[in-house]
Nanobody
Framework: QVQLVESGGGSVQAGGSLRLSCAAF????????MGWFRQAPGKEREGVAG???????TFTDSVKGRFTISQDNAKNTLYLEMNSLKPEDTAMYYC????????????????????WGQGTQVTISS
């Protein structure tokens, strides 16, 4: 049973920083793609960043240079470091996992991921 548990969301002012964490339980694939997604009210879920089992990363254009994705394999934890936050970054953030590295070939697409966390809210005020 794969379980993904996000944490680290909150409310900060524009220009601030947050670090999201995603603890993975029962996920034993040696080859994988892990991704961060977000969904704002009234909008579709979109891919934010991905990292595969080789450490290759990918980001959507709107967060390049501001967000960093990383993983600690010893702790089975995925991170999203978010800096220079903007009000348009406000959304529910989800982590997700795919047993296929190709899911990280570009900006992660929700349809390519089968395992999802429950989400953590990020609110940025101007």
């Amino acid at each position: 049973q794969v379980q993904l548990v996000e944490s680290g969301g909150g409310s900060v002012q524009a220009g601030g920083s947050l670090r999201l964490s995603c603890a993975a339980f029962g996920y034993t694939y040696s080859s994988y793609c892990m991704g961060w997604f977000r969904q704002a009210p009234g909008k579709e879920r979109e891919g934010v960043a991905g990292i595969d089992s080789a450490g290759r990363t990918t980001f959507t254009d709107s967060v390049k240079g501001r967000f960093t994705i990383s993983q600690d394999n010893a702790k089975n934890t995925l991170y999203l470091e978010m800096n220079s936050l903007k009000p348009e970054d406000t959304a529910m953030y989800y982590c997700a996992a795919s047993p296929f590295r190709w899911a990280c070939r570009g900006v992660p697409a929700p349809a390519d991921f089968g395992y999802w966390g429950q989400g953590t809210q990020v609110t940025i005020s101007s």
